[in-house]
Structures are given as C-alpha cells and as structure tokens.
C-alpha cells in the first residue's frame, strides 16, 4: 500500500525565534512522506534566511512573498500543496469547506 502525501503549511512572519524549532520538529516525525511548505510573507527579520536553510531537503518548500497577511499566505501554500491530505491552522474554516478546486481535491487535517 502506497503511502499517502501530507502537505504541511506553515505561514512564516517574524518567527525567526521560534521557526527552527517548528520545523525541526515537523521535519522529525516518525511519518515522512510529507511536504513541508514554508510561506514567508515578507517578514522583516531573518526568518526568510532561517527557512532557506532547510531546503537541502527536499521535502521542504520554501516561497517568499511580499506582506500579504495569514489569510493570504495560507492560500498560497494551497495553490503549491500537492498531498493527498493538507494540514496548518485553519480556525475559520468549517469542517465541509473545500480546500482546492481542480481534477485532485485534497482533504484537510484539523488539530
């Protein structure tokens, strides 16, 4: 059985104390078909650099955009998302709000 795909999506801004340790500890789970998407939106800090760090592997994704906003942000990490299953911090979202539109609907993990 072939495992399925988990796209993570981690909006970034001013999180250069605190993003090393998000994902070194998403990056060391003991389920590794994953994608990790980092969204830096502009963050004024070295945040942007912090994450650049992490793309020698090649699970992680990184992309820098201009101060657009989390709602944003998150969007852009679905537009990249290619897993079966997408998670990150959706708290405005219901449960029966879809995800991606296209020939490859993904579910969502809520936590």
Do not use: W
Not at 17 to 28: F, M, N, P, T, V
Not at 63 to 85: C, K, M, P, Q, W
Request: charged share 20%.
């Amino acid at each position: 059985m072939e495992e399925v795909k988990v796209s993570i999506i981690v909006p970034v801004y001013k999180a250069e104390k605190s993003i090393a340790h998000c994902i070194e500890s998403i990056l060391g789970q003991t389920y590794h078909n994953i994608e990790l998407l980092l969204i830096e939106d502009g963050s004024p800090d070295n945040s942007g650099a912090i994450c650049d760090s992490y793309t020698n592997d090649p699970r992680v994704k990184v992309i820098h955009n201009t101060n657009h906003g989390v709602s944003r942000t998150r969007n852009t990490g679905l537009e990249y998302a290619t897993g079966d299953y997408i998670t990150a911090n959706f708290p405005e979202q219901s449960n029966s709000s879809p995800l991606r539109k296209g020939p490859k609907p993904a579910k969502i993990l809520y936590f």
